[in-house]
């Protein structure tokens, strides 16, 4: 009688979140986003979770939790109820970089249940305005005419910048000098233009607006496409330095353990809001690379995360890049 019992309860179990996941969702669905307000993730963040409302029903509220390069805000997703009303926004260094930097309290293959590959921001290459170097060629040649004497402006050990400068000194033989700033992108830039730093990698959302002002120069994309947004920019594999690739890509994920109905339910949402020609539009406008279809699924997600993760934390590791 007891084994017959509890075969009844685990079959009344699944019965029930069979039925929770039908009716999914009832409430508003929260998304985390690990960095302050108006920055480039929670502006995706914004544009994705209103394309998914219609598709799923419901409101879909962005909650900033930030601190500790997103480490807190991932932790957040980790620790939630695995009912699909709390997920997370991560991108490139929240869920690869953080992972070869830091002592993580989660495991970001595992702890996670993939939902969908959102849009990428490649890197732009620009630089003062009166460098010498004429393209990303010359630039690579004045920079192996001068080793360690010039300089490239970072967001600190670990940032995109400095991670971008770490892989682009690793493939094309080069050395040059980080230097740090507090503030970010909004520094360098000032500095740049004032032609106290050489150059920067900077993603394409930061970095357009001051290119098209002509404040600074704008070699390379790191990407194997050219940008809608500023189709005259070279790809660096056209400009010189081929296989540079480099970007700030983001995704979806959901708590370990949420049921796969929801999940899908989550995904097919995702990928609503991303055909959605007005998504479309908005994203190529703000320098975003949307992928193909078939490369948005949960399935796909899971495969590029952990293929990235396989390709930057040998990089990463082996130039001893330490969180401060």
């Known amino acids: 009688m007891r084994r017959i019992s509890l075969v009844v ?3 009344m179990a699944a019965s029930a979140g069979v039925a929770a996941a039908q009716s999914y969702p009832s409430r508003p669905i929260t998304v985390i986003v690990p960095f302050g307000a108006g920055g480039p993730a929670d502006t995706l963040g914004r544009i994705v979770s ?17 601190g500790a390069s997103g480490t807190i805000g991932v932790g957040r997703v980790a620790r939630a109820a695995p009912d699909g009303y709390t997920i997370g926004l991560g991108n490139w260094p929240t869920h690869v970089v953080n992972g070869a930097i830091y002592a993580l309290p989660y495991d970001l293959l595992q702890d996670f249940a993939p939902v969908a590959r959102l849009s990428s921001n490649p890197y732009v290459t620009v630089t003062r305005k009166d460098l ?4 990303l060629a010359g630039l690579i040649a004045w920079l192996k005419a001068n080793p360690d004497k010039a300089t490239e402006g970072t967001s600190g050990p670990g940032g995109g910048q400095h991670v971008s400068g770490v892989y682009f000194q690793h493939v094309t033989g080069t050395r040059f000098q980080f230097v740090p700033y507090r503030a970010g992108s909004s520094e360098i830039m ?20 001051y290119v098209r002002n002509g404040q600074v120069r704008a070699y390379a994309v790191t990407s194997n496409a050219r940008l809608a947004a500023a189709p005259d920019i070279p790809t660096v594999d056209e400009a010189g ?6 970007s700030t890509w983001s995704g ?7 049921p796969g109905e929801i999940v899908r339910r989550l995904t097919a949402a995702a990928m ?6 007005a998504v479309r539009q908005r994203l190529n406008d703000l320098g975003q690379e949307i992928p193909p279809r078939e490369l948005q699924t949960a399935e796909a997600l899971a495969a590029y995360h952990k293929a ?12 001893n890049i330490k969180a401060e």
């Open 132 to 135: 010498p170097a004429q393209d």
């Open 308 to 319: 990235e993760i396989e390709k930057w934390w040998p990089i990463i590791k082996a130039a």
């Open 50 to 66: 209103e394309g998914m409302r219609a598709a799923l029903g419901q409101s879909v509220v962005i909650e900033n939790v930030t």
């Open 252 to 258: 979806l994920w959901a708590p370990k353990g949420t």
């Open 9 to 11: 309860a685990a079959a």
């Open 190 to 209: 000032r500095d740049l233009i004032a032609g106290h730093i050489d150059f920067t990698f900077d993603q394409a959302i930061t970095a357009l607006p």
């Open 272 to 277: 609503d809001a991303l055909a959605d020609p």
């Open 241 to 246: 330095a081929p296989g540079v690739y480099i």
